[in-house]
């Protein structure tokens, strides 16, 4: 069966520190792969999506970046984060042209900038 | 532009009284409509997937509708372990599968 990892479960880091979220995929090839960002109060905001390796599309200019490294492995940076960083980050995968099943969904990161 | 807009934001039912949660959109060219349940802290949980106006599926206590404007999610007989936030989001047909959420309705069932 298919399963996603991501990791950490939450993170505090301070204004100007680089960061780095890990996004795993098992069970499946050729993924779709997506970061999304959730605010309080707000719905899931598309960060970046990856319909294969080396492929990152970004929906929102911003302070961060995604690398797809491998089949399945989604990577989001910054270099330096900001207040505005914080939020609840997910990454989710769907069968490759076909997200008719809907996205799963790792558990996501609670990020905290101070 | 399109939106997808979930109301009410917030509902309170006591256990066993019914309900429903709606979505609206405004899109051109819908492929599907997701809905998803989101318990705190954790990743949405896939529930259904609807097509085309008049379509219909059934999990449990939970039942979605789709017209060619809006779902409807009706809880029947709820119970507090459906105590949860429930996300509509809607895919577009042609090109990428971009698919836009709404901002959920934040479900509390009390015993």
């Known amino acids: 069966s298919q399963t996603i990892h991501q990791w950490p479960a939450t993170l505090v880091q301070p204004v100007g520190s680089p960061l780095s979220l890990e996004c795993t995929v098992e069970?499946?090839?050729?993924?779709?792969l997506y970061w999304y960002r959730q605010a309080a109060g707000r719905g899931l905001q598309l960060l970046f999506y990856?319909?294969?390796?080396?492929?990152i599309s970004s929906e929102v200019p911003q302070n961060l970046s995604a690398s797809r490294p491998q089949d399945r492995q989604f990577i989001l940076s910054s270099k330096k984060l900001l207040l505005s960083d914080s939020g609840f980050y997910l990454c989710?995968?769907?069968?490759?042209?076909?997200?008719?099943?809907?996205?799963?969904f790792g558990s996501g990161t609670r990020l905290t900038v101070v | 532009e399109d939106q997808v807009t979930q109301s009410p934001e917030a509902l309170r039912l006591q256990e066993g009284e019914s309900s429903s949660l709606n979505c609206s959109y405004t899109?051109?060219?819908?492929?599907?409509l997701f809905w998803y349940r989101q318990d705190p802290g954790k990743g949405p949980e896939f529930l259904f997937t609807?097509?085309?106006a008049g379509e219909e599926k059934e999990k449990e206590r939970l039942k979605a509708t789709l017209t060619k404007k809006e779902s409807f999610l009706h809880i029947t007989a709820p119970k507090p372990e459906d105590s949860a936030t429930y996300l509509c989001?809607?895919?577009?047909?042609?090109?990428?599968?971009?698919?836009?959420f709404g901002t959920g309705t934040k479900l509390q069932v009390i015993p």
């Open positions: 989710a995968w769907s069968v490759s042209a076909k997200a008719n099943y809907g996205y799963t």
């Open positions: 069970g499946t090839s050729n993924p779709n």
């Open positions: 990856s319909v294969g390796i080396g492929q």
């Open positions: 899109v051109s060219g819908l492929r599907g």
């Open positions: 609807l097509y085309s």
């Open positions: 989001a809607v895919q577009l047909s042609g090109g990428y599968q971009k698919v836009t």
